[in-house]
């Protein structure tokens, strides 16, 4: 899988977000740039691609970033202030997590440390709002092939083998609106029978076609999940 980022100015945000988490931009043309881990580092390669449209309200999808130490969220939030980040409020009160916004406006957090992501990288987990954190995770999990590693009432945790970020289901009152700003793609995985098989299974589990404006002649199937967070189904194999 990796995660599409939509942007005002593609390239200008994966550089920021480069510099943010110490990672390598990777390939770029007029359509996306992207933004990959460093050698050996596990993590989720960043797609940004550009959009026309303003983004509006809090994201459905951001990410969370890990710390080590008391010291190391300090430095974090510190450094990503440096670089163009601001202090924003999505009504989390008093937590002992920061909540930032990127120079687009993209919301993330700089977590407190916290034991359960170690291993994960700069990136602890890609954070999801969801109306039924467990349902919608009994749809990612066989779509992802990831496991499941936390199972609460408001918080469902997938991961794939011990190493990389978390795909977090939090539980959030407010439904889809509008087309998501981020995104997951998802490929077949090595040995399936293709991106038809996974967009058939993806659809009988309760998933239903999107029009975000792709056109009829690109190489990939966009879908929303069932609680209508769109996503794309790529070819080829992972």
Sequence with gaps: ????VDAADPRLLANWWAQALSWRL???DDDEVDVDPPEGEPGL???FVPVDDVKTGPN???LDLDTSSPAEQRRTVEHLLDLGARPADVGQGE???TVLADPEGNELCVLDPRPEY???GSVAAIVCRALDPPALADFWAPLSGWRRVRASPDVQ???HGGSGPHLEFVRSPHPHAGKNRWHLDVRARRGGRGREHVVAEALRTGARHADVGQGDRVPWTVLA???GNEFCVLGGEV
């Design 60 to 62: 459905r999808i951001h």
């Design 118 to 120: 170690d291993g994960c």
């Design 225 to 227: 999940d069932p609680e």
């Design 157 to 159: 945790a997938l991961r």
């Design 45 to 47: 390669g960043l797609v």
């Design 26 to 28: 990777g390939y770029a």
């Design 95 to 97: 937590v002992p997590w």
């Design 1 to 4: 899988m990796n995660l599409v």
